[in-house]
Nanobody, 121 residues
Framework: QVQLVESGGGLVQAGDSLRLSCAAS????????MGWFRQAPGKEREFVAS???????AYADSVKDRFTISRDNAKNTVYLQMNSLKAEDTAVYYC???????????????WGQGTQVTVSS
């Protein structure tokens, strides 16, 4: 079992930056793929970014070149640096962990409670 707790969300203006954090606890000895997803009101949860244990990253096209995922294994923490934020980035952002790489929601076994990001235009 892995417990995930996100933090760092808030209300910002378009063009601003924000960094989300996801602290993991529990069975952090396993080599999980860590991912960020988001869900806007009335929409399905969608993939944002992922980071494998080996250091491979992947991004959704909509955030590529603006968002950066990173992880500090010593602190069991994953980060999502979000730059040049747009109104369409407004959503609840979720941290998730999986034992295999993928961009599909169903592949991820553990989820945080989410943190709200609101970008005003």
């Amino acid at each position: 079992q892995v417990q995930l707790v996100e933090s760092g969300g808030g209300l910002v203006q378009a063009g601003d930056s924000l960094r989300l954090s996801c602290a993991a606890s529990g069975r952090t000895d396993r080599r999980y793929v860590m991912g960020w997803f988001r869900q806007a009101p009335g929409k399905e949860r969608e993939f944002v970014a992922s980071f494998t244990w080996g250091g491979t990253t992947a991004y959704a096209d909509s955030v590529k070149d603006r968002f950066t995922i990173s992880r500090d294994n010593a602190k069991n923490t994953v980060y999502l640096q979000m730059n040049s934020l747009k109104a369409e980035d407004t959503a609840v952002y979720y941290c998730a962990a999986a034992l295999q790489w993928g961009t599909v929601v169903g592949l991820y076994d553990y989820w945080g409670q989410g943190t709200q990001v609101t970008v005003s235009s």
